[in-house]
């Protein structure tokens, strides 16, 4: 039996728990956190306890923001005519980054997955729905992940958008296949979003 310390032990075991970080670096992060002086502690334990308080998901586009709306959507210079629908709040940052995007978003908050029991009821499909019968939106970029959970997602909200007469695009295949929005290079988005062809 190892060398081990409970307290120590459980708090890698959340570090653990955050998507894409390994045990390694969990416990490098654990030693970081208990390194820290009880000022430097209680700062970052508030900084999260803030976060998870005072954030939510905005009243329009379910994106996250600490006011009633984000914004994106407060902005009355944007182009509220176009929605870009993205699978995640990080997939928004990206698009950000590219400062080529003018219209708004709609986060889903998730893709369709039917192995994993997601279907349209769990993810934000009737938010985006009740967006669309304004008349103002003209088209609809789908920017899910080109992977098979995301063209069918993509699909499925294609079905149900063109009845209504919107515009329904894909963004181009710069992005490989299998790959993800939020790792994504700036050039790689920007050219993506310029090449989106209709579904």
């Known amino acids: 039996m190892g060398y ?14 955050i998507p894409g970080v390994g ?8 030693f970081y956190v208990l ?8 700062e970052f334990a508030d900084a999260l306890l803030d976060a998870k308080k005072k954030v939510h998901c905005c009243s329009v586009c379910q994106n996250l923001t600490d ?11 944007r ?7 993205v699978e995640d709040a990080q997939d928004v940052m990206a698009f950000e980054r ?6 708004v978003y709609h986060v889903l908050h998730g893709v369709i997955s039917p192995l994993d029991g997601i279907g349209p009821e769990q993810l934000r499909v009737r938010e985006l729905m009740a967006r669309l019968a304004d008349d103002g939106v003209k088209e609809v970029i789908m920017a899910t992940n080109p992977t098979v959970d995301g063209e069918a997602t993509a699909a499925y909200l294609s079905r149900q958008i063109k009845p209504l007469g919107v515009k329904v695009t894909r963004l181009a295949y710069g992005i ?24």
């Open 67 to 77: 006011g009633e709306t984000c914004p994106v959507c407060s902005d009355e210079k």
């Open 23 to 30: 045990r390694k670096s969990a416990q490098r992060m654990a």
């Open 176 to 199: 490989p296949v299998g790959g993800t929005l939020e790792y994504a290079d700036d050039v790689t988005l920007s050219r993506a979003l310029e090449g989106r062809s209709e579904i």
């Open 79 to 85: 182009d509220h005519s176009v929605i870009c629908v």
């Open 35 to 42: 390194g820290l002086t009880d000022e430097q502690a209680g």
């Open 98 to 103: 590219t400062r080529e995007y003018n219209g």
């Open 4 to 17: 081990r310390i409970p307290p120590l032990d459980r708090l890698a075991d959340q570090f653990e728990r």
